[in-house]
């Protein structure tokens, strides 16, 4: 098993791109940039997996003790949540503190491109149907995903960025700030960033990312209120007063949401009127949201210990200590629940039990979810590095 001083390395890669000033436009592109992206195999597309911000993998990750099959060094640090196409046979998409977005081939650790920007990369990027999803400071930016060049570029107004949310053809833009105003909900095409419509949201603008069902979207905002939207005509169906402001994006499942507040405490919330099912507090409250699956809630605190609760009741399944802050969601599969702490640690988790599998050291604080596809997991670490795990053979 991994130590946070052992070497990480099998095979490290360290790309350098011209000087360390930063363009608001295409940097340089790597020599494999004019690939396709492949169409076949399985996808973490998004932050947290899917629209729904589950954090439930439909495939598989490492399940006992891990290596790193490459260390993608980027020399800031990687403070977004990675995303994959392809599988084990794609391409890693993430971005970095020194306001670089980059793509790199899943198999071999090697650039495929990289695109420069004037911005900390914060926001948790989303590709869709062959194309990179970034919400930046006052912008989205839509790049072609196989070569990082730019396909549109929507102003928006001020305000820290959320990860973006994509589903089917439709960009779903809210604001960490409150500096959107009236509207700050905003949905675009996702084709060529035309705003579609807005929101009428009573002036609140200081938005967590949205969980988008099928028809509903369900947004938090940090005056204490969890709401759904029709997608269709913007009207509000519902809203729970929470009191306190919400931490992360809502969690959609079947018939829930999911929502946690600045006072630690995790509400099930009905999906379809908005009554609170069920209330439970976390000993201290985490910087990142939990993941769900139908039948149970994974929740961080800053103690640093991972909880499983039931879905139906919220009563303690098992705890799981990993001794450091928890910043970040967990990611879960059928077998394993994937948790990071300020020490720089990732630890598999049995998702039964709650005993541990495996753990593995960065040499940085990691505040992003993990990425897991197709047997391997995919994490940045405030160390400056990407790191591609999978299962120690």
């Given at each position: 098993m991994e130590d946070a001083g052992s070497s990480h390395t099998r095979r490290t890669v360290l790309q350098f791109c011209g000087t360390a000033g930063l363009l608001g436009t295409a940097g340089c592109?790597?020599?494999?940039?004019?690939?396709?992206?492949?169409?076949?195999?399985?996808?973490?597309?998004?932050?947290?997996?899917?629209?729904?911000?589950?954090?439930y993998a439909g495939t598989t990750g490492p399940v006992s003790d891990v290596t790193p099959e490459w260390e993608f060094e980027t020399g800031g640090a990687v403070q977004t949540s990675p995303v994959v196409v392809g599988g084990a046979d794609g391409v890693v998409f993430f971005g970095n503190d020194d306001g670089v977005i980059y793509a790199v081939d899943?198999?071999?650790?090697?650039?495929?491109?990289?695109?420069?920007?004037?911005?900390?990369i914060r926001s948790s990027p989303a590709v869709v149907d062959g194309t990179l999803y970034v919400g930046l400071h006052e912008h989205v930016l839509a790049l072609e995903a196989a070569t990082g060049s730019?396909?549109?570029?929507?102003?928006?107004?001020?305000?820290?960025?959320?990860?973006?949310?994509?589903?089917?053809?439709?960009?779903?833009?809210?604001?960490?700030?409150?500096?959107?105003?009236?509207?700050?909900?905003?949905?675009?095409?996702?084709?060529?960033?035309?705003?579609?419509?807005?929101y009428e949201t009573d002036g609140s603008g200081d938005f967590t990312a949205s969980a988008v069902g099928d028809e509903t979207l369900y947004?938090?905002?940090?005056?204490?209120?969890?709401?759904?939207?029709?997608?269709?005509?913007?009207?509000?169906?519902?809203?729970?007063?929470?009191?306190?402001?919400?931490?992360?994006?809502?969690?959609?499942?079947?018939?829930?949401?999911?929502?946690?507040?600045?006072?630690a405490y995790l509400r099930a919330i009905d999906s379809v009127d908005g009554t609170v099912r069920w209330t439970e507090r976390l000993p201290r409250l985490s910087d990142g949201p939990p993941a769900a699956t139908d039948d149970a809630v994974y929740a961080g605190d800053a103690d640093g210990t991972i909880h499983c609760l039931a879905a139906d009741d919220?009563?303690?399944?098992?705890?799981?200590?990993?001794?450091?802050?928890?910043?970040?969601?967990?990611?879960?599969?059928?077998?394993?629940?994937?948790?990071?702490?300020?020490?720089?640690e990732i630890y598999g988790i049995d998702r039964t039990d709650g005993d541990e599998l495996w753990q593995f050291g960065t040499d940085g604080q990691i505040r992003t979810s993990p990425a897991v596809v197709d047997g391997m997991a995919f994490v940045g670490s405030n160390d400056g590095s990407l790191y591609a795990l999978d299962t120690d053979d």
């Open positions: 592109t790597g020599v494999l940039g004019g690939e396709s992206l492949p169409d076949d195999g399985p996808d973490w597309p998004q932050y947290k997996g899917n629209a729904q911000q589950t954090g899943v198999d071999t650790g090697e650039e495929r491109w990289r695109y420069e920007t004037d911005n900390e730019e396909e549109w570029r929507v102003e928006v107004s001020p305000g820290g960025s959320n990860p973006a949310v994509v589903r089917d053809d439709t960009v779903f833009v809210t604001r960490r700030e409150p500096f959107f105003g009236i509207g700050g909900i905003k949905l675009l095409d996702a084709s060529s960033g035309t705003v579609r419509s807005r947004v938090g905002n940090q005056r204490g209120t969890v709401s759904a939207y029709d997608i269709d005509d913007g009207e509000k169906q519902w809203a729970a007063e929470i009191e306190m402001g919400i931490v992360g994006s809502p969690i959609l499942t079947d018939e829930t949401v999911y929502a946690l507040d600045f006072d919220g009563s303690q399944r098992w705890q799981f200590d990993t001794g450091e802050r928890i910043s970040s969601a967990p990611v879960v599969t059928d077998t394993v629940v994937y948790a990071c702490n300020g020490d720089g």
